[in-house]
């Protein structure tokens, strides 16, 4: 790989300079119109078939992506790496890294996830995307094939899979199980398909398949403008200090490329100054980080507001941010803005147990969880997230439990309201009236006083509603009434039931009954 080292031209050499936009893209052309129209063309039906297969065509992009286009033989530096304000590369034609770094960086902004292995596999895949005008066409071998690679391949390419490969990033993006996002995209779990994949990378027969293009007459929609020598300058400077060189921002007399170049070089007060007067994002927010944290808050607001599409002002706010609704507010703005990021969806999780919300941390927990496939890193998010859920579990029945204890608390005052109520009553209506002698008061009981007789049913008079049981014990006969017999428990023998009359075949029975003239019967027990 060529890197750019002598950036910085005199001015005047950056005469002719012309530049197209669209989408995301700015293009610098130093050869002329006709390179800028064939790259931004490129680039554009690049983010068309990539965006066909997440199901979102025209991806956008966090920052805009600024392409430098040099005449032949100069020095490039091709991998889009960040600078003041943009993902910023120079090139002297389309290469598979340039084209590798600009799918890496749209699926940055995509806001579905998917895991790493699928991720690296597409963006090898389509690092090889041939386009001539509206002709596309994916699959090209890359100089290194690996095994995510051939994965992305197959899926993209073979015509049983290639229908579907949408639906597995959909189901992918939205946190599904992988292998149920399997299922649902080729009917068959994720170790068939690895199977499958084994033959396919055996048998090394990789064709190529066309792609729906984006229907673009670069001649007629891409409009150059004319670039000023300064900009030309300052884009090509851009992309030395992204390279690590030196961009000469002071010849330029750019303040906020000399602070960030001060932070580079350690110089901390000498940056301070500089970016004191910085607009961009970018460089408000590394102003931030020069700051006492008393004084954060103001300038990352700013930057937040700069570029409303960054999530990294809001993670910071989060991080300085005392009050737990308000850190909490931060880390979901954050975790909207990068679904990618698992030390934003950690915070959001260990904040929302703070607060108590176990369901919300489960989940935060599992994000966490898949945006990443470092085994060490995925076991201890597994591990937090399981010990989340016992937390969630043990303060469920403790919700239970209080909420259990509040019932029988509130029953208790109101019954001690209501016996308040009735001694205030009785003593109204006591006003005035000698003491009661409690000495002399009968005792309360919850049930009568009972007898008991044992002997022979001999026979039954039945009237109306009532009956009357004849008892024979001995000689003697003992009449017991039943008023109600469906107050009557009846216990004991086969048969509980009884027939009116003298009784064909006498049974032996236990009758409890009220001791009195009525001889109530209260139970009756056949032996």
Known sequence: MRYLIPFLLPLLAFGGWSEVRSGPFEILSEPGDKEARVTLNYLEQLRNAIGIAVG???????????????????????????????????????????????????????????????????VTLYSTLDVDRTYVTLGRPPAMKDRDWSRAHMLAVRPEYSGRLRVLLSNLGKGID??????????????????????????????????????????????????????????????????????????????????????????????????????????????????????????????????????????????????????????????????????????????????????????????????????????????????????????????????RRKTEQELQDLKNRALMEIRKAEARANAGKPAIDESKLDVFKETPDSETVAGVLARVDCRDEQATLHVQTGRSVMKLLVADASAVEITGGREKTFSCGVQKRPRKVEVEYEPGAAKKVIRIAFR
């Open 178 to 403: 992988s292998d149920v996002s399997y299922r649902n995209a080729f009917e068959k779990p994720e170790s068939d398909i690895e199977r499958e994949l084994d033959k396919y990378i055996e048998a090394g027969d990789y064709g190529t398949v066309p792609v729906s293009a984006k229907p673009i007459n670069a001649q007629k929609q891409f409009l150059p403008n004319e670039v000023d020598d300064k900009s030309a300058a300052l884009a090509v400077a851009d992309v030395a200090f992204a390279s690590g060189g030196d961009p000469g921002y002071d010849k330029l007399g750019n303040v906020e490329g000399q602070g960030l170049v001060a932070i580079r070089n350690g110089d901390r007060e000498k940056a301070k100054a500089l970016l004191a007067q910085a607009k961009g994002a970018y460089a408000l927010l590394q102003y931030a980080k020069l700051l006492p944290q008393d004084e954060q808050k103001a300038v990352l607001e700013k930057a937040a507001a700069a570029n409303p599409k960054w999530a990294d002002p809001y993670k910071i706010l989060a991080a300085i941010e005392a009050h737990p609704a308000q850190k909490l507010a931060a880390l979901r703005k954050a975790s909207g803005l990068d679904q990618h990021d698992p030390e934003i969806w950690t915070a959001m999780a260990r904040a929302q147990e703070s607060a108590k919300l176990m369901a919300d941390a489960a989940k935060s927990w599992a994000n966490a969880e898949r945006t990443t496939d470092d085994p060490a890193l995925r076991e201890q998010m597994r591990q937090l997230r399981a010990a989340g859920e016992r937390a969630r579990a043990e303060a469920d029945m403790a919700a239970r439990e209080e909420a």
């Open 56 to 122: 979102q065509p025209d991806l956008p992009s966090v920052w805009p992506i600024r392409v430098v286009v040099v005449k032949p033989k100069k020095p490039t530096s091709p991998q889009l790496r960040f600078a003041r304000d943009a993902w910023v590369c120079s090139i002297d034609a389309m290469n598979p890294v340039t084209a590798a770094s600009v799918v890496d960086v749209l699926l940055s902004s995509w806001p579905g996830h998917v895991p790493p292995k699928i991720r690296r596999g597409l």
